[in-house]
């Protein structure tokens, strides 16, 4: 057997991998496409990190995991696990339980102090289609104390974090953490006002494999910053990464990235009782960029009073301060090109509370709920979902599954009027026990943005931290194809 049959064996066989089924066709002689539309198919496998959680004696995190149904998917075989990925290469971890026994009830693991590790998990088969994991942490007391939160996510090439800090009053780490059987190189960049911070201690980071690494950004430059750009660019291998912003009065909560760089992004859910919102640009280019700035409100798109553009210079951190520029009505951040698109990141800082009794989280740029898009470790009490349709009216189905101590998965429809951000009465499992999932599905009109706002009370202050949600990539676009043999005897 020569080398191009070989080759094309191998390509055949790495697609069946994936989606569980494909064959091979030769283009029509004509010229036309052979293989007619592209099918969608349910991934067989996924993998997802979870950064360390806290390095607070005081510290009690929760892990939720969670799989939708989905039409397809791969009988009943498969799992989902989590396994430690420890800072240093063979120290060992306790690791906590958290193992589904069948998608649509999600199941809970928790971890206590310090000591708890950095996660990586795959999920294969029927367990992978969607498969989402919730890490939310509350810390009683001292610097970040309040609630912290963050969706575990894929390994990936590059990153971007604007609205991280070296100033006194914050204490910021950005966590790499490399789920493979290879070392991992790293870049870590910070852009401030005037542009590149010089140092060369970010540069050629070597993270091990099956290992985390918290690296604190203020070793990284000389000069203390209210606002940074973090920038994670991956020479080789892949890495999880996510900041944690931890602030001695404001409380604190997880960074997760932008969105990748464009001309549009829109910034979802910020809760309507905001104190306080700061919004923090990058351009990564050589070209400035120029924003028109609005709100997508409860009552449509509003302009902030003199904040109705943005000009973000090319290569230097932007910070714009909005206030309690929600005004009581929840809100979505929509940034669009006054001329000529230029790409850019974004992220939202937001303060509630009042006096000494502040926290703060985080909302970055995200993209749309897309086909299905899921959030974990959702409570009877404390949970907000917001939906965005900044574009057009849109319609979708949200799924409260069922509760992962108890109770049946019950789903409602919901329109979303153009131009608009809703706080939307979301399902509650009927006879719910422990917590829930919930999952927002596509059904027609424009692209839905959508977050979720989760509240808990510590003593006499409220904790909270806001997720977005964001395709789940649940589905595979799979060229439909017919068996040719008479290529094998080319």
Not at 446 to 460: F, K
């Amino acid at each position: 057997m020569n080398r191009t049959t070989l080759s094309l064996i191998a390509g055949v066989t790495a697609l069946a991998a994936v989606t569980g089924f494909a064959a091979l066709s030769a283009p029509d002689a004509s010229g036309g496409d052979a293989t007619g539309a592209a099918a969608r198919l349910p991934v067989e496998r996924t993998s997802l990190v979870c950064p360390a959680p806290s390095t607070s004696d005081l510290a009690e995190t929760a892990y939720t995991s969670f799989t939708p149904v989905t039409k397809g998917a791969a009988g009943s075989g498969g799992k989902a696990e989590l396994r430690a990925a420890p800072d240093k290469p063979g120290k060992g971890a306790e690791v906590p339980e958290v193992a589904p026994k069948a998608p649509g009830t999600p199941v809970t693991g928790a971890g206590s102090g310090a000591d708890v590790p950095a996660l990586v998990g795959t999920a294969e088969g029927r367990f992978a289609p969607g498969w989402t994991v919730q890490q939310t942490t509350e810390v009683a007391a001292g610097t970040g104390r309040g609630l912290q939160g963050i969706a575990c996510a894929e390994a990936d090439t590059d990153f971007w974090f604007p609205g991280a800090s070296t100033a006194s009053d914050r204490t910021d780490y950005v966590h790499l953490t490399n789920p493979d059987d290879s070392a991992a190189v790293v870049d870590v960049e910070l852009y401030g006002k005037d542009g590149a911070l010089k140092s060369t201690v970010g540069e050629g980071i070597t993270v091990q494999p099956h290992t985390s690494e918290p690296i604190l950004l203020s070793t990284l430059g000389d000069t203390g910053q209210n606002d940074l750009t973090v920038h994670v660019n991956v020479r080789s291998g892949r890495v999880g990464a996510a900041v944690q912003a931890l602030d001695d009065r404001l409380g604190g909560d997880w960074l997760a990235p932008s969105a990748s760089p464009a001309g549009t992004l829109v910034l979802p859910g910020i809760p309507k009782d905001a104190a306080a919102v700061r919004l923090v640009l990058f351009t990564p280019g050589d070209t400035d960029a120029d924003l028109k700035l609005r709100l997508a409100s409860r009552s449509g798109m509003i302009t902030p009073a003199g904040h109705e553009t943005v000009h973000v210079k090319a290569g230097a951190t932007t910070t714009v301060e909005l206030g309690n520029v929600t005004r009581g009505e929840a809100g979505s951040l929509v940034l669009t090109p006054t001329g000529r698109s230029v790409p850019v990141v974004a992220a939202a800082r937001v303060v509630r509370g009042k006096d000494g009794k502040q926290e703060t989280a985080f909302i970055p740029a995200g993209g749309p709920v897309g086909e299905r898009a899921t959030s974990a470790d959702n409570r009877a009490e404390g949970t907000t979902l917001s939906l965005s349709a900044p574009e057009g009216g849109a319609k979708v189905r949200i799924t409260a599954s069922a509760g992962s101590e108890g109770g049946t998965a019950v789903s409602k429809t919901v329109t979303v009027k153009g131009g608009t951000t809703q706080d939307v009465e979301a399902p509650v499992p009927g006879g719910l026990k422990g917590t829930y999932a919930l999952t927002v599905e596509s059904l027609s009109g424009g692209p839905v943005y959508a977050a979720r706002l989760l509240t808990a009370t510590e003593g006499d202050t409220t904790g909270f931290t806001i997720q977005t949600l964001r395709d789940d990539r649940g589905m595979v676009a799979v060229p439909v194809t017919e068996e040719d043999l008479t290529v094998l005897q080319k």
